[in-house]
């Protein structure tokens, strides 16, 4: 089992920047594929980003590409999203997910096992 733990969401004006953190306990991370996802009032969940840590291998939605970061640190257990540039449509619930390890990109949610329990990320333009 992996247990997920988000943080480093808030409240931020349109322009400004935020990191946020996902860290796992229960098993690690390098037999993983950990993605962040969102959903907004009204939408459906949403694909952001994912990292394969065995292949380092990154995804992005096209909406925020050139503007958001997925890293991970395997000391650590944790992945990061970096985020900037933000604008008013990046205004969601943002949650963690993990999946077992796959060469194959997968981007639907319900093929998440694992999930964070969610961080509220507020845009004021």
């Known amino acids: 089992q992996v247990q997920l733990v988000e943080s480093g969401g808030g409240s931020v004006q349109a322009g400004g920047s935020l990191r946020l953190s996902c860290t796992a306990s229960?098993?690690?991370?390098?037999?993983?594929?950990v993605g962040w996802f969102r959903q907004a009032p009204g939408k459906e969940r949403q694909f952001v980003a994912v990292?394969?840590?065995?292949?380092?291998?990154?995804y992005y939605l096209d909406s925020v590409k050139g503007r958001f970061t997925i890293s991970g640190d395997n000391a650590k257990n944790t992945v990061y999203l970096q985020m900037n540039s933000l604008k008013s449509e990046d205004t969601a619930v943002y949650y963690c997910?993990?999946?077992?390890?796959?060469?194959?990109?997968?981007?639907?949610?319900?093929?998440?096992?694992?999930w964070g329990p969610g961080t509220q990320v507020t845009v004021s333009s």
């Open positions: 997910a993990a999946r077992s390890y796959s060469s194959v990109f997968v981007s639907s949610p319900t093929s998440y096992d694992y």
């Open positions: 990292i394969n840590l065995r292949g380092s291998n990154t």
């Open positions: 229960g098993r690690t991370f390098n037999n993983y594929a």
